[in-house]
């Protein structure tokens, strides 16, 4: 795109979306002038999503997401806020150096049992370009563990008797 307007010293295209060339053409009193060209580059923003690698898991086992980018440069700089049962948030920070998948720790074993969720809150790719809170969010459940009581009857027997366990719970 030729620039035109001879006394502009800056000049701004507007918003680009697609690789654009340019270069300044000078016509003063019988001596023209053409610039050299220059490449503007535009880079796609992200394009990235967050998977549950499991809906629902037990108290005692770690919830974890699964990161992949479709379009970007490696590596992402990512946000994600996880919302606890009850409302309290974390914010967890990571940089991934490839696009995925990529699996991120999201809930410690041992949390509070409840509905989490889990959203993507910012990525930056390599090439600056970002996007912000990005849908759909990842749920997770915490289910409790299990309380059960196992019982013998009878709790004790003699050698070559037997004895009936019963759980219950």
Do not use: H, M, W
């Amino acid at each position: 795109n030729p620039i035109s307007s001879t006394d502009v010293v800056n000049y701004q295209p507007g918003t680009l979306s697609v690789t654009t060339y340019f270069r300044r053409e000078l016509d003063a009193a019988q001596c023209d002038a053409t610039s050299n060209i220059v490449t503007v580059t535009v880079n796609p923003k992200p394009v990235v999503s967050i998977l549950a690698n499991a809906s629902a898991r037990c108290v005692y086992d770690a919830g974890s997401v699964s990161f992949t980018a479709s379009t970007g440069t490696a590596p992402f700089d990512i946000t994600l806020v996880v919302t606890k049962p009850g409302g309290t948030t974390d914010t967890i920070r990571q940089t991934i150096s490839n696009n995925g998948p990529a699996n991120i720790q999201v809930i410690a074993p041992e949390s509070a049992t409840g509905n989490y969720s889990v959203q993507l809150f910012q990525v930056r790719d390599n090439n600056g370009c970002e996007r912000n809170n990005i849908t759909p969010v990842a749920s997770i459940i915490v289910k409790p563990r299990p309380v059960f009581t196992l019982l013998a009857s009878p709790p004790s027997v003699c050698n070559g008797n037997s004895s009936t366990l019963t759980v219950s719970g």
